[in-house]
């Protein structure tokens, strides 16, 4: 399977435009260029720039064209462009083997690919034919990619509102406003409930992991409720960062999985997604239940389990089942979360 790319880095000076902004004949983007990087976009990948120049004349000619809101992370300098993609890497929070390159100049391409051997290049004649590779044809196009680009775009905002804030962390997460959606899963959130059981391992209570097919039943199934949340604040959007399936089980509401995106590990909202869940139940007449399997790097939910208040009811090895003993109201955390239904 080829593995596929989160983020193209492209070289500005005759690679993105004709001609050199320093020199005074940088010239409009290229036509192929603003198909590829539309195309890509749409498909949840990302775009930055590791290009040498100054960074306020690369910046200033991007948005003269009105194409600066779509790079991610911006790298313009004097030195090796294999550090500056390090950097992109880095602050994206992803690997260096999801990075592609493009770059006009051979040897620039030649000293990325010696330093950087994971990150894939290509040579401005392959611009044209970039978004029919494998590896740009993601399977699945989700809601979640189409708007993966403006997700980055926030936390780099809220990156820079954690730095200027004069307060505590505390204050600061109490600042951000943030707003909790639960919903029933529907048709188009499958994709992006597949993906989360996939890539969430920390913060997965059972290590469960469904495809598409297996929500979809259980969607459908009146013995099952799968839910959604989403996430945002005054930065902007988070996505869809949580699942939860749960079971009716007699009078019990058993939960078989509950799991939450790692981007918002630091912003606490696990225990108002738990909360939520227990109000459900409860208000359905039912005793909120859950049932907890450790895995090398899971332990961290069932503490979250246990501050929201649920008590072991049964231990079998490394199975657990827990059911709440505090009503909704008094499960503590969540006051920084506000749940919108």
Same mark, same amino acid.
């Not at 459900?280 to 859950?290: E, V």
């Given at each position: ?128 034919? #970039? ?86 039943? #259980? ?11 989403? #996430? ?72 979250? #389990? ?36």
């Amino acid at each position: 399977m080829v593995a596929m790319v989160k983020c193209l880095v492209w070289d500005l000076d005759d690679t993105i435009w004709p001609g050199v902004v320093l020199e005074s004949d940088g010239g409009i983007p290229k036509p192929e260029v603003l198909r590829a990087i539309r195309t890509l976009d749409e498909r949840g990948i990302l775009h930055a720039v590791a290009s040498r120049g100054e960074l306020s004349a690369a910046t200033a000619h991007l948005r003269r064209h009105g194409i600066e809101d779509v790079f991610s992370a911006v790298e313009v300098g004097w030195g090796p462009k294999s550090e500056a993609i390090r950097r992109i890497a880095e602050s994206l929070d992803i690997g260096r083997e999801t990075i592609a390159f493009v770059d006009n100049d051979p040897v620039e391409l030649a000293e990325v690919a010696t330093s950087c051997p994971e990150v894939r290049c290509y040579p401005v004649d392959r611009i044209p034919e #970039l978004p029919n590779l494998p590896e740009f044809t993601p399977g699945t196009v989700t809601s979640e990619a189409r708007h993966r680009r403006s997700y980055y775009r926030a936390e780099r905002a809220r990156r820079v509102g954690a730095a200027e804030f004069a307060g505590s962390d505390a204050d600061f997460l109490a600042s951000l406003g943030l707003v909790m959606t639960v919903r029933a899963a529907s048709e188009e959130d499958l994709a992006r409930a597949n993906e989360l059981t996939v890539r969430t391992h920390q913060l997965n209570t059972t290590g469960v992991t469904f495809d598409i097919d297996e929500l979809r039943e #259980l969607c459908a199934s009146p013995r099952h409720e799968v839910l959604v949340a989403s #996430l945002r604040d005054r930065f902007g959007g988070y996505g869809t960062i949580g699942l939860a399936v749960s079971e009716i089980r007699g009078s019990d509401s058993v939960l078989l999985l509950l799991l939450m995106s790692c981007r918002v590990m630091s912003r606490g909202v696990g225990t108002a997604l738990i909360r939520e869940i227990v109000r459900r139940a409860r208000a359905a007449g039912r005793r909120p239940t859950a049932e907890f399997v450790a895995t090398p790097v899971n332990r961290v939910m069932l503490v979250t #389990l246990r501050f929201a208040g649920f008590e072991v009811l049964e231990s079998d090895g490394d199975r657990v089942v827990l059911v709440c003993t505090v009503p909704p109201e008094d499960i503590s955390g969540t006051g920084h979360v506000e749940v919108a239904r």
